[in-house]
């Protein structure tokens, strides 16, 4: 069972960046890595994912803006999030799916 723990979250304004952390314990850092987000009283919704350095795929609602990379030394992977909206605002949830794990999620607030 792989655990997974975010970090970097917190309140900015629009326009500013923030950068999510999520190190993986207890398994075999996969290949296939992912971030979700979620906003109170929507479906959870796919943020972006990475298999190797070069390979990332990415909601067209953030596509531009933010950026996944991993770091298979630390077994970490991240969410650069640049330009941020309002509409950026939810819960981040870092996930494994070929394990189904999921992070305990971290919220992310853009307002003024």
């Known amino acids: 069972q792989v655990q997974l723990e975010e970090s970097g979250g917190g309140l900015v304004q629009p326009g500013e960046s923030l950068r999510l952390s999520c190190t993986a314990t207890g398994s075999t850092f996969e290949y296939l890595m992912a971030w979700y987000r979620q906003v109170p009283g929507k479906q959870r919704e796919w943020v972006a994912d990475?298999?190797?350095?070069?390979?990332?795929n990415y909601a067209d609602s953030v596509k531009g803006r933010f950026t996944i990379s991993r770091d298979n030394v630390k077994n970490t992977v991240y969410l650069q999030m640049n330009s941020l909206k309002v509409e950026d605002t939810a819960v981040y949830y870092c996930v494994c799916p070929v394990r189904g794990s999921w992070g305990q999620g971290i919220q992310v607030t853009v307002s003024s």
């Open positions: 990475i298999r190797d350095y070069s390979d990332t």
